[in-house]
C-alpha cells in the first residue's frame, strides 16, 4: 500500500514503540497521523494530532471512530506488561494484560475495520512480540496474552480479506523502550520496529520478524516446546 497520503491512527502514540510509528509514518508521507494516548494535555509532537483513546474504555473508542472516519492505517501498538509469576502473585495485572492487550486491539480493530472499508480496504497492524510464540516462565500471562493476540491478528487477517484490508502482524524480542528498562539484554532500537513496519506496510507483506530472537522463535514452532529457548 502506498504510505504517502494515508490517514493513520497509532495507539499508545505518547512514547516508546508508539512514537516510533508516528515518527516513521510521518517521515514516510502520512498525511495525517492521530496519535492516541491517554492524556491528550501532555501530549506534543509536530505533526501529530492528539486522540484521547485508553483502549479498555469503549466509550472512547466509539468516539475516536465517530470522529475519525478518514483513517486508512491503524497501529494497535498500545500494550502492557503487568501480570504475576507462573506459581505466585494475583490474578490481576493478568486480567488487566489481556484487557489492554486482547481485548483492547480486538475492540478498536472491530471498531474501525468499517472506516477501512469505507476507505478502500487500508491496513490494520498489531504490534505483537516473540512472546506469541514463546512460553515465558517469568510473565507467563504477557506471553498468554501475546499469543491471544496473534489469534485475533490471524481471525482479522481472514476476516478482512474480502474488504481489501492487509493485516500485518509486527513481532519483536526486547526493544529499547520504558518496558525493558531493567532487561540487561541486547535490545533493538523503536525506529527500527517503525521502519520494517513501514517498509512492510508498502510491500503488501503480512508479517514482521524484527529480530535473529524472532526468527528463530518463529523457525521452531513447529519443533518440541523446548526448542523455543524459553525466556527465564
Ligand atoms: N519493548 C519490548 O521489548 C516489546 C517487544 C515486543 C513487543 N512489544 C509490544 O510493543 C507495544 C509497545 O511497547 P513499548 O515497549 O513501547 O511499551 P511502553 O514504552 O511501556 O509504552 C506502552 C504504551 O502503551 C500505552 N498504554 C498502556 N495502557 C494503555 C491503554 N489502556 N490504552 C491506551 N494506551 C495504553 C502507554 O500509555 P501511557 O504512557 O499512558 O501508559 C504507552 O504509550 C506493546 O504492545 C508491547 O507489548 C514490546
Known amino acids: 500500500m502506498k504510505l504517502e497520503g494515508s490517514v493513520a491512527l497509532v495507539t499508545g502514540a505518547n512514547r516508546g514503540i508508539g512514537l516510533a510509528f508516528v515518527r516513521a509514518l510521518r517521515a514516510h508521507g502520512a498525511a495525517k497521523v492521530y496519535a492516541g494516548v491517554r492524556h491528550p494535555e501532555f501530549f506534543e509532537e509536530s505533526g501529530a494530532e492528539p486522540l484521547l483513546l485508553d483502549v479498555t474504555e469503549q466509550d472512547q473508542i466509539v468516539a475516536a471512530a465517530a470522529a475519525r472516519g478518514d483513517v486508512t492505517i491503524v497501529i494497535n501498538n498500545a500494550g ?12 490481576d495485572g493478568a486480567r488487566r494484560e489481556m484487557e489492554v492487550n486482547f481485548y483492547g486491539t480486538w475492540a478498536l480493530s472491530r471498531a474501525f475495520a468499517p ?3 469505507a476507505n478502500g480496504g487500508g491496513a490494520l497492524v498489531n504490534m505483537l512480540s516473540a512472546s506469541s510464540w514463546r512460553p515465558n516462565m517469568r510473565y507467563p500471562s504477557y506471553a498468554a496474552s501475546k499469543a491471544a493476540e496473534w489469534s485475533l491478528t490471524n481471525a482479522l487477517r481472514l476476516g478482512l480479506r474480502d474488504q481489501g484490508t492487509l493485516v500485518v502482524g509486527v513481532h519483536a524480542g526486547p526493544v529499547d ?3 525493558t528498562l531493567g532487561l540487561d539484554v541486547p535490545k533493538v532500537k523503536p525506529s527500527d520496529v517503525a521502519e520494517m513496519t513501514m517498509r512492510a506496510l508498502e510491500r503488501n507483506e503480512p508479517e ?5 530472537v524472532t526468527r528463530s522463535v518463529r523457525a521452531a514452532l513447529s519443533g518440541p516446546v523446548d526448542r523455543l529457548a524459553p525466556a527465564r
Open 80 to 91: 502492557i506488561q503487568a501480570g504475576p509469576g507462573l506459581l505466585d502473585g494475583s490474578f
Open 177 to 179: 523502550t520504558d518496558a
Open 208 to 212: 514482521v520478524l524484527v529480530d535473529e
Open 115 to 117: 472506516i477501512l472499508a
